[in-house]
């Protein structure tokens, strides 16, 4: 069972928008910036949202992240087929001094 | 252009010790110019990610506290490579192996990735 929580799974028709949410507590995101990753099943993970909100260049304007004390949020607007993958929230924990990632969240596109 | 690339053995038997060894390109491990790490990973079959160990371009290292005493991670500046030792393997360790750079200073985020590499422990 991680540290970070993540929801197993959530949905949403082409061009919804769905929001997947991330739990912690002090030790990790409610002391450290959350970053998300983008994983299509068989291919590596991929970095979508970092320092809680901002994206890397060339990472689509749907994907916009934000932060609250010690939960965090993914959302995606407009969603399209391509992005049906496993999404993963990582923050730093302080008191067990590791990198620590949620359990993932695999978005289904209806 | 940034890549890493992950290589070793896809079988391995119980009890034997898994040497990984990651190849970067596209940045130094060396100099705090660039201050950036290299990180393992794995992946259990449609398991979560688990963060396995950090070095960083100063050789200070971070490893999970549940794998500590079984997990070493080493660099080679001169050929630009990060191996990691994981030893008493055992069947629960089947997974797919990536590493990732760790930048530390604007993203602060894993930023480039491997393609991974699935290792099976089985006699």
């Known amino acids: 069972q991680s540290v970070l929580t993540q929801p197993p799974s959530a949905s949403g028709a082409p061009g919804q928008r769905v929001s997947l949410s991330c739990s912690g507590s002090?030790?990790?995101?409610?002391?450290?910036?959350v970053n998300w990753y983008q994983q299509v099943p068989g291919t590596a993970p991929k970095l979508l949202i970092y320092n809680n909100d901002r994206r890397p260049a060339g990472v689509s304007d749907r994907f916009s992240g934000s932060k609250s004390g010690t939960s965090a949020s993914l959302a995606i607007s407009g969603l399209q087929s391509e992005d049906e993958a496993d999404y993963y929230c990582g923050a730093w924990d302080d008191s067990l001094n590791a990198w620590l990632f949620g359990g993932g969240t695999k978005l289904t596109v209806l | 252009q940034i890549t890493l690339k992950e290589s070793g053995p896809t079988l391995v038997k119980p009890t034997q010790t898994l040497t990984l060894t990651c190849t970067f390109s596209g940045f130094p491990l060396s100099t705090n110019t660039v201050r950036v790490g290299v990180g393992w990973f794995r992946q259990p079959p449609g398991k979560a990610l688990e963060c396995l160990a950090l070095?960083?371009?100063?050789?200070?290292?971070r490893y999970s506290p549940a794998l500590k005493s079984r997990v070493t991670i080493t660099k080679d500046t001169s050929k630009n490579q990060v191996v990691l030792t994981m030893t008493h393997m055992d069947p629960v360790d089947t997974a797919t192996y990536y590493c990732?750079?760790?930048?530390?200073?604007?993203?602060?985020?894993?930023?480039?990735w491997g393609q991974g590499i699935l290792v099976t422990v089985s006699s």
């Open positions: 070095i960083y371009w100063d050789n200070d290292k």
């Open positions: 990732a750079r760790h930048e530390t200073v604007a993203t602060r985020s894993f930023d480039y």
């Open positions: 002090s030790s990790n995101i409610g002391s450290s910036t």
